[in-house]
């Protein structure tokens, strides 16, 4: 064998192992700061959503019409259509549901969640983020509990489509 080959066989691993390992390590430091990002902005819209519907039963609350019958009803249907104006995109929207599973919006969704695995994950800890599967597509979502209506608010987006780059997205 030549001291060519053995010099090579001897410094390449040396440059070669540390930049895998700089490269594994920067791509998991980027993933965490996104994934970061990530639960700032979902948090942020879901937290909208959550203060619109707790506004709305203090005017309930404070104008005696909370126990009224349709005011309640009407106040939800309210939130539902603040919730379709501050979605994401066309694939990252609001779903809500009950304790039970129960979709309350969107009305094109499965009508009970009780079966999926990030249902109980979600009923368990109330609030926090999320990734699943659900609707044919991994997603990652933001999740909070308003107790006054039973709603459990969840905001989600396909995985692939918030994880791309920035000039790419578009909606959101």
């Not at 609001?94 to 304790?99: A, C, E, G, N």
């Not at 969640?113 to 979502?141: A, M, N, P, Q």
Request: net charge neutral; charged share 20%.
């Amino acid at each position: 064998m030549k001291i060519r080959t053995k010099v090579l066989m001897v410094v390449l691993p040396l440059f070669i192992f540390p930049l895998l390992l700089v490269g594994i390590t920067s791509f998991f430091s980027a993933r965490s700061g996104i994934t970061k990002v990530a639960k700032e902005f979902l948090s942020y819209k879901a937290t909208e959503l959550f203060k619109y519907c707790a506004r709305q039963e203090d005017i309930l609350f404070d104008t005696g019409l909370l126990d009224v019958g349709g005011y309640r009803q009407m106040a939800q249907r309210s939130a539902e259509a603040y919730a379709n104006a501050i979605r994401l995109s066309e694939t990252g929207y609001f779903i809500t549901f009950d304790s039970q599973g129960n979709v309350i919006f969107p009305g094109d969704e499965e009508r009970n969640l009780k079966d999926y695995d990030f249902f109980k994950i979600i009923i368990e800890s109330k609030k926090g983020l999320i990734t699943f599967f659900y609707g044919g597509t991994d997603r990652v979502g933001y999740y909070l509990y308003f107790e006054p209506w039973d709603w459990y608010i969840l905001l989600s987006e396909q995985t692939k489509i918030f994880y791309q780059s920035s000039p790419t997205q578009s909606g959101m």
